[in-house]
């Protein structure tokens, strides 16, 4: 009993005199206490407090007590119930326990009674407690511990992954930011039959274009100017184990191409070399766009989408499949607990409402940082609301009508203007991380790089 939280009692009797004596009565417990003089009172009180025990006066005023005992109950589903009933009213009291109350006192109440009554209760709730943090941990079964996730759609995606990471295929993954697609990557390497050999990374969209090139094949010395030096590229270091190329739809027409050839011949030339180097590698890409959208605007190869496309993994994003939201939550919880020396022993069920609710346009990272924030606030036993900072994308974009902007020369200007202040704002929102900023202004992050080095808001 000493980490959980004190149980939360809501008590409701329309009877001033009822309510002070059951105040004084419980006030030296360990027990928090809200008291409510109508039905309607306690269901508001009910909508932003998940109760533990529910004290109910048979009668009280704007419904009967049983409606009311029924509809908490349809509010939180754990309540325990307990009837205040006067005395004599034994079928009102058998009804009332067989449609869920879980025992009953009668007025004028006896203390003893009332003390001994809410000690069981308050064991039954430990109980539901412990028991709910049981199921929880017994539900993370996975063949990829890795991976947190109990949906459906995670179910399918693991299914897949074990078919496909011991084959020898190129994969290609897609999935919002943040969904976990780097994640998943380091899975199939580390339960691939390469995974002894090299993994090599490669960040497409943070390469400029002109030095990808090199980056990927590697140039022979005095290739161009510059060129001191042999350098080995990331396909070359990739040889007989993998290369995962990320954000794969940032790379431009002429590297399309010659991605293409690679990933069929499996050969390719240094820069200034012209003998063809056979290699072994298998090839993980990885985007967060709709690829299948990139080649209709031709912004993508059509050939190398089909032949990326052949083995396509797609992680859903959070928000539609928000059973994995609170097991993602406890799992963040104990991770960053153990990194901080925090004991949270758990998620304040109003904590785990409020996340199941929310629509994460950041998925599996947004969450990830929110839990580390709250870790970082909370001194427990229970991570509570308050230490939740919610993002919420904006409906609607700021309208200059009442013309904020100061008078610009240009459209181009102005229009400058608005989008600064945009990137700035989006910034600001999601703590200055890009990736994030990014997918929320729906660019590409090298355009965001791009546009925060114009508007000069890049450190330093
Ligand atoms: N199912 C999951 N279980 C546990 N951790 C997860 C899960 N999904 C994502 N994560 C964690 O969330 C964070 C973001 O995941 P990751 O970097 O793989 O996302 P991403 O899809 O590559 O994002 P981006 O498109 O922005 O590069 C990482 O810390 C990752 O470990
Ligand atoms: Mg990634």
Redesign the pocket.
């Given at each position: 009993m000493s980490d959980v939280q004190p149980p939360r009692i809501l008590i409701v009797d329309d009877d001033q005199g009822i309510r002070f004596f059951l105040e004084e009565a419980l006030s030296r417990e360990n027990y928090q206490l809200t008291l409510a003089s109508s039905a309607a009172e306690a269901i508001r009180l009910a909508e932003t407090t998940q109760y533990d025990i529910a004290l109910l006066d048979f009668k009280v005023p704007g419904m009967n007590g049983l409606d009311l005992m029924e509809r908490l109950k349809g509010m939180i589903p754990n309540l325990i119930v307990l009837i205040i009933t006067a005395f004599g009213s034994r079928d009102l009291v058998r009804e009332a326990m067989n449609r869920g109350a879980y025992d009953f006192f009668t007025k004028p109440i006896d203390i003893h009674d009332l003390r001994f009554i809410l000690r069981r209760a308050v064991d039954k709730y430990v109980l539901l407690r412990e028991n709910r943090t049981l199921k929880k941990t017994l539900e993370y079964k996975s063949p990829f511990p890795?991976?947190?996730?109990n949906s459906p759609a995670?179910h399918g995606l693991f299914e897949k992954l074990e078919k496909v990471a011991k084959a020898d295929v190129d994969i290609l993954?897609t999935?919002?930011?943040?969904?976990?697609?780097?994640?998943?990557?380091?899975v199939i390497y580390h339960h691939s039959a390469r995974a002894g050999g090299p993994f090599v990374k490669v960040?497409c969209a943070a390469i400029p274009d002109t030095l990808l090139e090199s980056e990927l094949f590697g140039h022979e010395k005095g290739a161009f100017t510059g060129a001191e030096k042999l350098k080995i590229g990331k396909f070359e270091r990739a040889n007989h184990g993998m290369i995962l190329l990320?954000?794969i739809t940032e790379m431009n027409g002429f590297m399309q191409g010659k991605l293409l050839r690679v990933i069929q011949e499996r050969t390719i030339e240094r820069l200034g070399g012209n003998t063809p180097i056979k290699l072994d590698f298998r090839m993980l890409a990885?985007?967060?766009r709709d690829l299948f959208t990139a080649v209709q605007e031709e912004r993508f190869r059509e050939d190398l989408f089909y032949r990326l496309n052949v083995v396509p993994i797609h992680?859903p994003p959070l928000r539609e499949r928000r059973e994995?939201i609170v097991p993602?939550a406890n799992?963040?919880l104990r991770q960053y607990c153990a990194r901080f020396g925090k004991h949270i022993l758990c998620l304040s069920p109003e904590a785990e409402t409020m996340l199941e609710g929310y629509a994460f346009p950041g998925?599996?990272?947004q969450?990830?940082n929110m839990i580390q924030h709250a870790v970082v606030l909370s001194d427990g036993p229970e991570l509570e609301t308050k230490n939740l900072q919610f993002f919420e994308p904006r409906q609607e974009r700021p309208i200059p009508n009442g013309n904020p902007l100061p008078p610009a020369d240009t459209i181009d200007s102005a229009v400058g203007k608005v989008e600064r202040d945009m990137i700035v704002q989006a910034l600001q929102a999601v703590k200055g991380r890009r990736?994030?900023a990014a997918?929320y202004l729906n660019i590409s992050?090298k355009s965001l790089y791009n546009k925060m080095k114009k508007y000069g808001l890049m450190d330093g």
């Open positions: 890795e991976i947190i996730g995670m993954i999935g919002e930011s943040g969904t976990g697609k780097e994640l998943v990557a380091d960040n990320d954000e990885a985007t967060n992680i994995d993602l799992h963040f998925n599996v990272r969450l990830e990736q994030e997918a992050r």
